[in-house]
């Protein structure tokens, strides 16, 4: 048996979030957790006791620098990830940053220009390497749904149920475009690419909210938000993220002249609406009372790319980038403070970013709509 090149790994943030990340790792032959680290130095260690963790620091600088680590993991607000992240990789360190990036664009640069000139890894999530979406990679060519068209992503919640930082601007820098609609842009740009402008209405539609246990309190932070995204061709989609709806909404349609590829809608993972031909070993099914649609059997993730955890240790001890690379993720980053802009201006935010798809299931031709008669 191959012995795996042991990775030692140091937790900054001690919320609910970096739960999984601790659990994931304990999956993971090789890997281990060094130390924690929190703002308050008891959460630390009640986080290190609880999963078994040898230290637990309230510094995180001072963490990186005693400790023999080769990568950190970011789970703190999020107007502390930049500081953090700019910290690690300044050392050399490899980072797996939650999401957001950061608070700011600038930041969000800065700390991928930082990554490439130490040639450390960074990773931000979201992490979209799921069955039903690489399994929807197949489906979104031309070959199946014909010239793109146009989309709609969305993520709408009743909204945090903690009563915390969420609703506090000045702690957050943002709401739901930060918190949420990152899952959506993510999901969007993952599987059709990079996109050339954004339009954006935001604004703050529920300032007095009830949250879990009952509790009232005030919200100062951007609730409901929808932003037009245009791609090469002039393709539109709609990408939403609303923090005051009954239940919870995830899902991605992706549009063709000849057909549809809807993830996580209607109660299917993945169903794809084909009338000109079947699909073959797909389940034939009804999907928004329309027929000619059809539920592929998903494909499975690889062992390496399961989670995100596992993903990021396998591009450590591989030297192999990222599916989801820093460029690619900070493309996702500019169209959501795009959309700010846009919504403060009224303007339209043209993207200067770009990234290298993992990927080619959306070639360029895929967008021309007009050189003939489709």
Not at 261 to 285: Q, R, T
Not at 342 to 370: M, N, V, W
Request: aromatic letters at 8%.
């Amino acid at each position: 048996m191959v012995r795996m090149r042991p990775i030692t790994l140091g937790m900054v943030g001690s919320g609910d979030i970096s739960n999984r990340f601790f659990e994931q790792a304990a999956k993971l032959e090789g890997v281990c957790f060094a130390a924690t680290c929190a703002k308050h130095l008891d959460n630390a260690k009640r986080k290190a006791d609880k999963y078994n963790v040898p230290k637990a620091y309230d510094d995180y600088k001072q963490m990186m620098d005693e400790e023999k680590l080769d990568a950190v993991i970011v789970t703190t607000p999020h107007s502390v990830h930049a500081e953090v992240v700019l910290a690690a990789l300044e050392r050399g360190l490899h980072v797996l940053n939650e999401k957001p990036m950061a608070t700011s664009y600038e930041d969000c640069l800065r700390m991928v220009e930082a990554a490439e000139r130490s040639g450390a890894l960074l990773m931000s999530l979201p992490y979209d390497w799921n069955p039903a979406f690489i399994t929807a990679l197949r489906y979104v060519g031309e070959e199946t749904i014909g010239k793109l068209t146009g989309a709609e992503v969305q993520l709408n919640i009743p909204g945090p149920p903690r009563d915390n930082w969420y609703y506090d601007k000045s702690v957050s820098h943002g709401g739901a475009i930060l918190d949420c609609m990152v899952y959506p842009i993510s999901r969007l740009i993952g599987l059709l690419g990079p996109a050339r402008s954004v339009m954006a209405e935001v604004n703050t539609l529920i300032p007095k909210r009830i949250v879990g246990g009952g509790k009232t309190v005030l919200s100062d932070v951007d609730d409901n938000a929808t932003a037009i995204v245009e791609f090469a061709g002039g393709q539109h989609a709609v990408v939403r993220t609303l923090w005051g709806t009954s239940f919870n909404q995830n899902n991605t349609i992706v549009y063709g002249r000849k057909g549809t590829v809807a993830l996580n809608d209607g109660g299917f993972p993945l169903v794809v609406h084909s009338p000109a031909a079947p699909i073959p070993d797909a389940e034939p099914v009804v999907w928004r009372g329309a027929k000619d649609c059809y539920a592929p059997k998903l494909e499975q993730v690889e062992s390496t790319d399961k989670d995100i955890m596992s993903h990021f240790i396998h591009c450590l001890r591989s030297g192999q980038p990222p599916k989801q690379s820093a460029r690619q993720q900070l493309h996702v980053h500019e169209i959501m403070f795009g959309a700010y802009r846009s919504a403060e201006t009224g303007c339209r935010y043209e993207l200067t970013t770009t990234f290298e798809p993992y990927h080619q299931a959306i070639r360029p031709s895929q967008f021309d709509t007009k050189s003939d008669f489709i």
